[in-house]
């Protein structure tokens, strides 16, 4: 089983309608983030979470909102969808005592928007 | 701005060796990351350098020049599973990591 699990890895949706994107993690890590991937453009950061507790608005976060319901769950929802939020979804995790800070992704959630 | 580059796509030959050129820009910098990612896949972490010289780990070597801007991957005896993106990421002053688009490698027997 994967380290760092989303769900679902692929949907289709219409415009206006409500998404939530899961991610659960069994690394111990208590930093994740959410990221989108476009065609032709690097990965951009939507929202991260040290802890619980801490939530912090990324390069792209309108239209975003997350939530995180413990260490090993960071879910992200888009309240009302538009097409230019079809992308490539990916969660991932680091360790805050990691020397290099190297990022942990999950599988990635595909997500269309007509 | 904070910017990364590199190129779009490169191609090589299974069993020769490729360079893939990155060169940041960055408010400040704490390290330089290389990811590879196969079509359709989650992005996989192969080396991190924050000081210049050469890192090398097996068929791949990575390279940084802080007062260049700049950093390259070395990929020696290229295998056929080597095709994938290769993702540069500059980290920041404050720890965040600025992405490359990634260059395509294409390699041909």
């Known amino acids: 089983d994967a380290d760092v699990t989303q769900t679902p890895r692929n949907r289709i949706t219409k415009t206006g309608k409500r998404i939530m994107l899961e991610c659960s993690q069994t690394?111990?890590?208590?930093?994740m983030y959410w990221y989108r991937q476009d065609p032709g453009l690097g990965l951009r950061l939507i929202y991260y979470?040290?802890?619980?507790?801490?939530?912090n608005k990324g390069e792209i976060s309108d239209g975003y909102s997350v939530s995180r319901q413990a260490q090993a769950k960071f879910s992200l929802s888009l309240e009302s969808a538009i097409p230019n939020q079809t992308a490539l979804y990916f969660c991932a995790t680091s360790d805050e005592g990691a020397d290099t800070g190297e990022l942990f992704f999950g599988e990635g959630s595909r997500l269309t928007v007509l | 701005g904070q910017n990364i580059d590199q190129p779009t796509e490169m191609t090589a030959t299974e069993g020769a060796i490729v360079q893939i050129n990155c060169t940041y820009q960055?408010?400040?910098?704490?390290?330089l990351f290389w990811y590879q990612q196969h079509a359709g896949e989650a992005p996989t972490f192969l080396s991190y350098?924050?000081l210049d010289g050469l890192e090398e780990k097996g068929r791949f070597s990575s390279f940084l020049s802080r007062s260049k801007g700049y950093s390259y991957l070395l990929l020696k005896e290229l295998q056929m599973k080597d095709s994938a993106s290769y993702l540069c990421?500059?980290?920041?002053?404050?720890?965040?990591?600025?992405w490359g688009a990634g260059t395509k490698l294409i390699i041909k027997p």
């Open positions: 990421a500059a980290m920041d002053s404050n720890y965040q990591l600025i």
């Open positions: 979470s040290f802890d619980v507790k801490d939530i």
């Open positions: 960055t408010s400040g910098f704490n390290g």
């Open positions: 690394k111990g890590h208590d930093r």
């Open positions: 350098n924050v």
